[in-house]
């Protein structure tokens, strides 16, 4: 079982860049695969991106395609989403999540950060 927990969300003018970080607990975080997910008000929470357990692969949904990248680092259990050129629409709470398979659900969660374009 892994616990994790995020930060490094905030106000931001759009055109701006934030970092989330999520740590993670236990000693076995490398063999686990991390999103970041988020939920706006009112919709569905989304993928957002995710990396594998080595780090070697990522994914991005198209919306923040070249503009958001995740990062992972073993040795410290963390993962990272670096946020640049920010929109008012990506504003939401960001989740970070877990998953010891490499495909399927995500059964562990963060309890999110709330990030805040203005415009």
């Known amino acids: 079982q892994v616990q994790l927990v995020e930060s490094g969300g905030g106000l931001v003018q759009a055109g701006g860049s934030l970092r989330l970080s999520c740590a993670a607990s236990?000693?076995?975080?490398?063999?686990?695969?991390m999103g970041w997910f988020r939920q706006a008000p009112g919709k569905e929470r989304e993928l957002v991106a995710r990396i594998s357990r080595s780090g070697g692969s990522t994914y991005y949904a198209d919306f923040v395609k070249g503009r958001f990248t995740i990062s992972r680092e073993n040795a410290k259990n963390t993962v990272l989403l670096q946020m640049d050129s920010l929109k008012p629409e990506d504003t939401a709470i960001y989740y970070c999540?877990?998953?010891?398979?490499?495909?399927?659900?995500?059964?562990?969660w963060g309890q999110g950060t709330q990030v805040t374009v203005s415009s």
């Open positions: 999540a877990a998953r010891a398979t490499m495909t399927g659900l995500y059964p562990y």
């Open positions: 236990g000693r076995t975080f490398g063999s686990y695969t």
